[in-house]
């Protein structure tokens, strides 16, 4: 090697050598804890001249040879001298090795430890209590425009894995905790995110005053490339919870349902894959849901779907819900996602719907009265709907058996507003053979009346409509029964606790369906009104006792017959304290009144009525009928006088006309 590269290798070495030396000396005096506390100080009084509030931190450590930096004890004051932000420990590792090459800075470690914030906002007018952190940061929009796009160099941040550990951030009214939570994006590609025991509370105003809200998940785990790609989202312990601080709405009235969306604690697991398709649609589908209310009894054991949607539509397909005994399948649905900006409103639409259903799954929720119903049910409707209504068309509903089976069709209306809430059906046709009325009434735990006589009617076809509104329910329509057919209707008034109502036949063989071989077929409407009143008839019950219904019946028999013998234009009024019923009948002739009277202490037994004090009166004409007679007589003798004239006349006439013949 010749002198003068052996000479030019010592001058670059010693140059390196240099630089060397002179940056390792920086290193070691930056990292020297006396220059970085210097270092501190002097950013503490440059933020609070910038913030002009008090700032504070207690400690820094920054090594440049591992690249980490650490601060400790983050104070920050808002602009009212109120502790807005304190931080325990903020640290980052950084990679710079690429900075200079690439434009790019790598966090290859963050960790947030014990992050406290207060954040106040009082009304839309009033700039929030942060506002002047967010003003201080922002860059000046002139310097942008004086800097030219070409000349700039883009700077990319990547990171790599970020921990977030104990933080307690406040809202105005509404605080979110979290225990840990973390972001990594490992080498092979995938971005995982893990959170454990997030909890936000706030509360929501309404009508009826306000509503505390509690939403926790104990474990969320997202995992995949990207959006664009797949995403796996899990969701265990997902806990909604409400209360609005009043008795539960159905508190002390065991026949309602426990359901109030002012006391709910619902908890949920779930697993999700999702997909962003574009930048305003997504791809998701539910892989498994279950869904529990302690105090409402919902339980859902297993919910799934496929989800396509955009900002204007939602479409749903393989949809299932599941209860313990429940069953419904939806094969697509679309729903129209309401924009009042748009002009748009929410509406939806589902054909198709199967399911099997035991109606004992939703008796806590809704109706108690249902807790024992183990009847199998297979249904199938249409849905459709808005915010404000629900229509059902084309509902099948049967046994198992296939001994009772229904088609209807109905809808809800008002569904905002509960007062106004109406649900109408109208039953097309439901057919019941003997044996499953009998079956399905037993699945009540309620007082049985007259369960015999309901054998007694055999097969049952019915055609009619019921109608649920604000406290009151109406029923009507016609039964064609072994005995007969039966038009009826009444109303279940919830206000006054009677229920009123009227029937009425034009051929029904009484006797056959009572049990009372000589009575025969009659010919009858009659109008009815029964106490369902529990106060009221409990405390009837405890003073006469008894099984029979409490109220009262006025009955018109047109036609009737009794061993063989037809009776006409009868009067039947029937009163029942519970524990006897007593009735009189009657029967007005132009002079001979016919009355009776009977009791009867148990409708399985009716053979055993008692009748009571028959008896016959013989009466003279009212002043009323006397001269309505006298005036028919008088009408009649009229009459009698103008046909005699009439004939006298002719008489004369022909006579007349047989003398000018013989003439």
Not at 81 to 103: E, F, P
Not at 311 to 319: F, G, M, P, R
Not at 544 to 554: A, C, D, M, N, V
Request: charged letters at 30%; glycine letters at 6%; one cysteine or more.
């Amino acid at each position: 090697m010749n002198k003068w590269l052996r000479r030019t290798l010592k001058t670059v070495g010693g140059i390196a050598g240099g630089m060397v030396v002179l940056l390792g000396g920086g290193a070691l005096l930056l990292n020297t804890e006396s220059v970085q506390n210097k270092l501190l100080k002097r950013a503490t009084e440059l933020l609070r001249t910038e913030l002009n509030t008090h700032v504070e931190i207690d400690s820094i450590s920054v090594n440049l040879f591992t690249q980490k930096v650490r601060l400790f004890g983050i104070d920050v004051e808002d602009q009212q001298q109120r502790k807005m932000l304190a931080v325990g420990k903020l640290a980052v590792d950084l990679n710079l090795s690429k900075l200079m090459t690439t434009n790019q800075v790598i966090i290859e470690e963050a960790e947030i430890d014990g992050v406290k914030a207060l954040l106040l906002k009082s009304s839309k007018e009033e700039p929030a209590n942060y506002q002047f952190l967010i003003d201080a940061f922002k860059k000046d929009s002139t310097m942008k425009k004086d800097v030219d796009k070409a000349e700039r160099k883009k700077l990319n941040l990547d990171v790599n894995d970020v921990r977030l550990r104990h933080i307690d951030v406040k809202y105005n009214d509404m605080t979110f905790q979290l225990e840990e939570a973390g972001y990594e994006d490992s080498w092979i590609g995938t971005r995982k995110i893990n959170v454990e025991d997030l909890q936000a509370t706030f509360t929501r105003e309404t009508k009826k005053g306000p509503v505390g809200n509690t939403v926790s998940v104990h474990h969320l785990q997202m995992e995949g490339e990207s959006l664009e790609e797949e995403i796996a989202l899990t969701l265990d312990g997902l806990r909604y919870q409400t209360d609005n601080h009043q008795p539960r709405k159905n508190a002390n009235k065991p026949k309602r349902g426990f359901f109030d969306l002012g006391h709910l604690d619902v908890t949920t697991n779930m697993k999700w894959t999702v997909q962003l398709i574009g930048k305003d649609s997504l791809k998701a589908d539910l892989m498994e849901c279950q869904a529990k209310d302690s105090i409402t009894g919902i339980n859902l054991t297993d919910l799934r779907f496929s989800m396509e949607a955009n900002k204007q539509t939602a479409y749903i397909s393989h949809l299932t819900v599941q209860q313990t005994n429940t069953v419904l399948t939806i094969p697509e649905a679309t729903i129209q996602l309401p924009n009042k900006k748009e002009g748009r409103s929410l509406s939806y639409s589902a054909n198709n719907i199967t399911g099997k259903a035991l109606l004992k799954d939703i008796s806590r929720t809704f109706a108690p009265v249902l807790k024992n119903f183990n009847i199998p049910l297979n249904l199938s409707l249409n849905l459709s709907g808005t915010d404000e209504t629900m229509a059902f068309r084309n509902i099948k509903v049967s046994t198992n058996d296939q001994k009772l089976q229904l088609s209807a069709s109905g809808g809800i209306t008002n569904l905002k507003d509960k007062y106004r809430l109406a649900v109408r059906f109208h039953v097309n046709q439901m057919t019941a053979k003997s044996g499953v009325k009998e079956k399905i009434i037993s699945q009540f735990a309620v007082k049985k009346f007259m369960m015999k006589q309901l054998h007694n009617l055999g097969n049952i076809s019915y055609t009619g409509d019921f109608a649920v509104l604000w406290k009151k329910e109406e029923f009507k329509g016609s039964l064609q029964t072994a005995g007969g057919p039966i038009n009826f209707q009444f109303a279940l008034d919830e206000n006054t606790k009677y229920v009123d109502g009227s029937v009425s036949t034009n051929s029904f063989q009484l006797g056959r369906v009572m049990d009372m071989k000589d009575i025969g077929e009659i010919v009858c409407q009659a109008d009815f009104r029964f106490d369902i009143s529990k106060p009221r008839t409990a405390k009837m019950r405890k003073e006469k006792g008894g099984k029979l219904p409490i109220g009262h019946i006025s009955a018109k028999v047109d036609d009737s017959s009794y061993k063989k013998i037809h009776v006409r234009n009868l009067s039947v009024d029937m009163k029942s304290d519970g524990a006897v019923a007593t009735g009189d009948i009657s029967r007005r002739g132009k002079h001979v009144d016919l009355f009776c009277s009977f009791s009867f202490t148990n409708t399985d037994e009716m053979q055993k009525m008692k009748i009571i004090s028959p008896s016959v009166k013989l009466h003279k004409l009212s002043d009323e009928d006397r001269q309505k007679k006298e005036q028919q007589k008088l009408e009649k003798q009229q009459q009698k006088n103008v046909d005699g004239e009439k004939k006298g006349f002719f008489k004369r006439l022909f006579s007349k006309k047989k003398k000018t013949e013989t003439t």
